[in-house]
């Protein structure tokens, strides 16, 4: 079952992308900003016995560490660089532009959005690494 990492300050979009992605029969993890997001990879301390997730949800406005720094922390590591990205933010154009130059981006979403559609473009990326879903 792919395993997705949620990094976002704001507990109701947590709440609700957990409720939708469970759903699907996804395992999602979170973290409240790119500080603690690192943690939980096993980045920063260094812990490679951390599993890396499938793919990262990642809201850009945070406290502590936002989400271009913490996409810029993971590009500079070998277990970080290959997990793809789908930027969810309220942020408009420009944050787009910053973050489709980035090669581990594979979708950026802005807020609000429609659960349906984010569960099908989520399955759409982790099919097009070859990740299975098992529900």
Same mark, same amino acid.
Request: cysteine-free; glycine content about 6%.
């Given at each position: 079952?792919?395993?997705i990492? #949620? #990094? &976002?300050? $704001?507990?109701? /979009?947590v709440?609700?992308?957990?409720?939708?992605?469970?759903?699907?029969?996804?395992?999602?993890?979170?973290?409240?900003? @790119?500080?603690?997001?690192?943690?939980?990879?096993?980045?920063?301390?260094?812990?490679?016995?951390?599993?890396?997730?499938?793919?990262?949800?990642?809201?850009?406005?945070? !406290?502590?560490? &936002? @989400?271009?720094q913490?996409?810029?922390r993971?590009?500079? $590591? !070998?277990?970080?660089?290959? /997990?793809?990205?789908?930027?969810?933010?309220?942020? @408009?154009?420009?944050?787009? &532009?910053?973050?489709?130059?980035?090669?581990?981006?594979?979708?950026?979403?802005?807020? !609000?959005?429609?659960?349906?559609m984010?569960? $099908?473009?989520?399955?759409? /990326?982790?099919?097009?690494? @070859?990740?299975?879903k098992?529900?």
């Open positions: 079952m792919p395993v990492m #949620v #990094v &976002d300050d $704001e507990p109701d /979009i709440t609700l992308l957990r409720f939708a992605l469970e759903k699907e029969g996804y395992t999602v993890t979170e973290a409240g900003n @790119g500080q603690i997001a690192l943690e939980r990879l096993g980045l920063e301390p260094v812990n490679p016995a951390l599993p890396l997730p499938d793919l990262i949800v990642l809201d850009i406005m945070m !406290p502590v560490m &936002d @989400g271009y913490l996409n810029m993971l590009q500079t $590591e !070998p277990r970080g660089k290959d /997990i793809p990205i789908l930027v969810l933010t309220a942020k @408009g154009q420009k944050m787009r &532009d910053l973050f489709e130059m980035a090669p581990n981006v594979a979708a950026y979403v802005q807020k !609000p959005f429609d659960p349906k984010l569960r $099908e473009l989520i399955a759409g /990326i982790l099919a097009s690494r @070859g990740e299975k098992n529900v």
